[in-house]
T-cell receptor
Framework: KQEVTQIPAALSVPEGENLVLNCSFT??????LQWFRQDPGKGLTSLLL?????REQTSGRLNASLDKSSGRSTLYIAASQPGDSATYLC??????????????FGQGTTLQVKP | DTAVSQTPKYLVTQMGNDKSIKCEQN?????MYWYKQDSKKFLKIMFS???????INETVPNRFSPKSPDKAHLNLHINSLELGDSAVYFC???????????FGPGTRLLVL
C-alpha cells in the first residue's frame, strides 16, 4: 500500500529565506508526482508535476526534485515571500493505476512566511 | 471564468438528511473526481468518472452516490448523513487519468 509522508507538518520562516519541503513515498513504482498549494478555505492549485523519468522541474522560484529510488521528492522555494504562506501537498500517481488518475496525497506542510 | 465550480460552498444539515453537491467543469476534460478532505486535512479520492463511466470507487459507503449526467458534470448525492461525513468535498477534473488535475473550491459540509 502506497503511503505518502510530508515532513515537517508545519514550518515558519522569515521572509527572504530559502526553504525545502520534503515528501516521501513507500512504493517507488510511481507514474508521476505532483506538488499542490492549498490556501485556507480554497481549493488546490497545481504547482509542478514531475514525470517518473524526470529528476526535477522548475517554475519561477519553485524547484521540485524527484528521486524514485529513495522514494523522495523535495520542493525548494527560493527567497520566500509572505504570499507563499499556504499548505503544500504532494501527491503520487502509481503506475498500476495511472490511467485512472488516482492521486495519493500526503498530509501537507503548512508554511508561514513572516514579513 | 471558473474552470471547476461547485455548489453549494457551505452546507449545514442535520443527521439523517439527504443532500447533493454539484460540480461542473468548463475545461472540456473527460475525467472528473470527488475527493474528501477530513478534519486533519488528509485528502483522499472517493470516485473517478471518465466520459460518464465510473472508473474508481474507493470503498466509499453506499450512502454516497455519484452521478454524471454528461462529461462536464459530476454530482455527489449523500443519503442518511452521519456526523462523520462532515468534511470538505472537492471536485476535480483532468483531460485524462494521466494529466494534471484541476480542483474546485470545495464544499464544506457540516452535519449536526
Amino acid at each position: 500500500k502506497q503511503e505518502v509522508t510530508q515532513i515537517p507538518a508545519a514550518l515558519s520562516v522569515p521572509e527572504g529565506e530559502n526553504l525545502v519541503l520534503n515528501c516521501s513515498f513507500t512504493d517507488s513504482a510511481i507514474y508521476n508526482l505532483q506538488w499542490f498549494r492549498q490556501d485556507p478555505g480554497k481549493g488546490l492549485t497545481s504547482l509542478l508535476l514531475i514525470q517518473s523519468s524526470q529528476r526535477e522541474q522548475t517554475s519561477g522560484r519553485l524547484n521540485a526534485s524527484l528521486d524514485k529510488s529513495s522514494g523522495r521528492s523535495t520542493l525548494y522555494i527560493a527567497a520566500s515571500q509572505p504570499g507563499d504562506s499556504a499548505t503544500y501537498l504532494c501527491a503520487v500517481r502509481l503506475i498500476r493505476s495511472s490511467n485512472t488518475g488516482k492521486l495519493i496525497f500526503g498530509q501537507g506542510t503548512t508554511l508561514q512566511v513572516k514579513p | 471564468d471558473t474552470a471547476v465550480s461547485q455548489t453549494p460552498k457551505y452546507l449545514v444539515t442535520q443527521m439523517g438528511n439527504d443532500k447533493s453537491i454539484k460540480c461542473e467543469q468548463n475545461l472540456g476534460h473527460d475525467t472528473m473526481y470527488w475527493y474528501k478532505q477530513d478534519s486533519k486535512k488528509f485528502l483522499k479520492i472517493m470516485f473517478s468518472y471518465n466520459n460518464k463511466e465510473l472508473i474508481i470507487n474507493e470503498t466509499v459507503p453506499n450512502r454516497f452516490s455519484p452521478k454524471s449526467p454528461d462529461k462536464a458534470h459530476l454530482n455527489l448525492h449523500i443519503n442518511s448523513l452521519e456526523l462523520g461525513d462532515s468534511a470538505v468535498y472537492f471536485c476535480a477534473s483532468s483531460q485524462d487519468g494521466y494529466e494534471t488535475q484541476y480542483f474546485g473550491p470545495g464544499t464544506r459540509l457540516l452535519v449536526l
